[in-house]
């Protein structure tokens, strides 16, 4: 059986989700040129603000035609306050300081969300079940696509299209290109940075939000450590794509999930690699892909030179 | 009469390095006031401060009679006190109309920005030619203008030029320094940061010539550029 399509279909949906955590980490990271290493971690309580939606706010048995917006609601607030909190509480403060501490900063509080959600949410110190949309899956041909894929592959590109409308009309938006390429003069020009850098950050949390419900609609659980290993690849595909970039975020993201479902379903086929293969190599692959691709393009797929600041 | 900008015993400090060590002038309404001085004299700092983006360490600024010290840098754009950095800063992705209409970030009239924008574009016609491109390509001169046309779009009661010259040619310093006579006779109020001393003096109602963070000579334009010392120092006699 052919399996090729199945698996592009996975790679696309493990893309979809690392694009929308990324666009967190290159939004921040345009502006203030900060690596907010908690990024993972807002995701990941973005995944259970929407499952405590669902468990203690929603009645027994609400639909879940009702229960996905309210879950992405709950999800998106918790997601977004956290991080325009971290903003304000953890990194305000330290804006000016050397770069190396709002760095240890953010894996500070990487470290103390996880350990807080491990801690005090009932029942987190395994994997807690996540509702599951009540259809699906479906067969095109030989690919099977559940409710979950649905629901990323839809959200996501929808997310990204009024990211890119809202950056490029708005003039908040145009406030915020002008921030990302020079702040100071962009204070000059009447504009409040601050909002602005809050305004990233609260973006940032609200994908992070989305991609958490994606991923527990997809993989049917959500756990405290879950935004690590989620976080990390989506940081390396915002570099791969090009840090700072919105629309490299995206396409790093998806780059990134075909890669590493690829690498990990067929290079085993490889005369000689056959040890190679299977889902542990996966990061393997995401990284070796990630140095590759900065070692010949150092500022990713499409990010810009940074020539042009005079 | 007041005058529109009172600057009184402002200091500004780098941690523990003073800047700016305690300095006192005005800027009558109408009127070209220069700071010139050498390299790390304190007047990009004293800039810097008035327009709200360093916080002084003591002393008072007010601004058409507020006192304007710790207010933060965008509200100070919005009562008309506009900046155009020294090194130009233009945006360098965003074209030419783009970081005109950033200019115009505060205001609302569409219809009076649009205007405000063919203004800039008659004032300095290569930058209508190029309009729709990035502003990261012009050259050094054409980024200068676009500077002092983006300032220009918050219809500012006083525009501050930090080093309008800088790096230019000496066609293009001639152009530039015209155009800030031009804008003197439509009754805009200029504060003039300058190294070179001879244009900006020639130029202004009002001269002050910085040292280490200190004005040590102040006067009329035309009695600056006859003084000894500062022919000696800043205008290359011997």
Known sequence: MNTLPQQLANGLFLGSMYGLIAIGYTMVYGIVQLINFAHGEIFMTGGFGALTVYLYVLPDGTTMWVALPAMLIGGGIVSVLIAVGAERFAYRPLRGAPRLAPLITAIGLS????????????DAKTDINFPQLPFGPWHLGSVSISSGSVFVIVAAPLCM??????????????????????????????????????????????????????????????KYDMGFQMGLKAFTAAVLGGIGNIYGAMIGGLVLGLAETMATSYIDGIPGMQQLGGGGWASVWAFVLLILVLLFRPQGLVGERVADRA | MTALLEVEDLKVAYGKIEAVKGISFTVEAGQIVTLIGTNGAGKTTTLRTLSGLLKPSSGRVLFDGKPITGVPAHKIVSLGLAHSPEGRHIFPRLTITENLQLGAFLRSDKAGIEKDI???????PILGERRKQAAGTLSGGEQQMLAMGRALMCQPK?????????????????????????????????????????????????????????IVLSGTGQDLIH????RKAYLGED
């Open chain 1, 111 to 122: 470290l103390a969300l996880q350990q807080a959600v491990f801690n005090w949410y009932p």
């Open chain 1, 161 to 222: 299209a009024a990211l890119a409308l809202f950056v490029n009309l708005s003039r908040t938006g145009r406030a915020m290109q002008a921030t990302a390429q020079d702040p100071d003069t962009a204070q000059l020009m009447g504009i409040d940075t601050n909002r602005i850098i809050v305004i990233a950050f609260a973006i940032g949390g609200f994908f992070a939000a989305v991609a958490a419900v994606a991923y527990g609609l997809r993989y049917g659980s959500v």
């Open chain 2, 118 to 124: 063919q203004r800039a574009y008659d004032l300095f």
């Open chain 2, 158 to 214: 006083l525009l501050m030029l930090d080093e309008p010259s800088m790096g230019l040619s000496p066609i293009m310093m001639q152009k530039i320094m015209s155009t800030i006579a031009e804008l003197k006779a439509t009754g805009m109020t200029i504060l003039l940061v300058e190294q070179n001393a001879q244009a900006a003096l020639s130029l202004a109602d009002q001269g002050h010539v910085m040292e280490v963070g200190s």
């Open chain 2, 227 to 230: 003084d000894e010392s500062v």
